[in-house]
């Protein structure tokens, strides 16, 4: 299997009220409204797979789990940044379908369709603790890092998590959260929904 690595930032956010219990539950935990619908959005800085260049791209795993995740029977989609290659396109699905290997290769056994692949712009962009992203028509986020008294400058963590993004991620509320593909819909602006992010770092 070939060499590759990419590294950049991470953020998401999911249908489940804050906290999400899936995280602290190691998937065990039925998700607060039944079924889990979360937006994993990545934001690649630097790599490259194959020789091919992924820097500045970013794409985005969208996903529906019927009830516990670690029953499984997921059913998962992706969105690439529509300034990628074919090539580029090619790179991204593999890593994102943990085909390559990988921290996906260890949600792949849980998934149960794969829904396909769309490409539209993607913008992602962070200021502090806030980070916001968009995909065109499919899907629009916003989380807000939730400050710790200890330093407000600062996020609450939860560490030594199997999140495949980063063990260690910051807890973040969702102030807008919009799925709109795949045949997964959500739409939610209350700000009572959980998101979370973090940097990444992957290598196959």
């Known amino acids: 299997m070939a060499q590759w690595k990419i590294e ?41 797979k194959d020789g091919v260049k992924l820097d500045g791209l970013s794409f985005i795993v969208l996903m529906r789990a019927p009830g516990p995740m670690f029953e499984g029977n997921i059913k998962v989609g992706l969105i690439v940044d529509d300034k990628a290659s074919a090539a580029q396109t090619e790179a ?21 369709e794969v829904a396909g692949v769309e490409k539209r712009p993607i913008s992602f962009t962070a200021n502090g603790m806030n980070v916001a992203v968009k995909a065109g028509d499919l899907v629009d986020q916003a ?48 700000g009572t929904r959980n998101g979370h992010f973090a940097p990444f770092s992957w290598a196959g």
């Open 8 to 48: 950049g930032q991470y953020m998401e956010s999911c249908n489940c009220a804050f906290l999400c219990p899936c995280i602290t539950s190691n998937l065990q935990a039925t998700p607060t409204e039944g079924d889990c619908k979360a937006a994993i959005a990545m934001k690649i800085d630097r790599g490259e």
């Open 143 to 190: 989380i807000a890092g939730v400050a710790s008294m200890a330093d407000a400058a600062q996020p609450i963590y939860v560490d030594n998590t199997a999140h495949p993004a980063n063990k260690r991620l910051a807890l973040a509320r969702a102030t807008k959260s919009v799925f709109n593909a795949f045949g997964i819909t959500w739409k939610d602006e209350t």
């Open 92 to 112: 991204i699905s593999a890593i994102a379908s943990g085909a390559a290997g990988g921290p996906m290769a260890n949600l792949a056994p849980l998934v149960s």
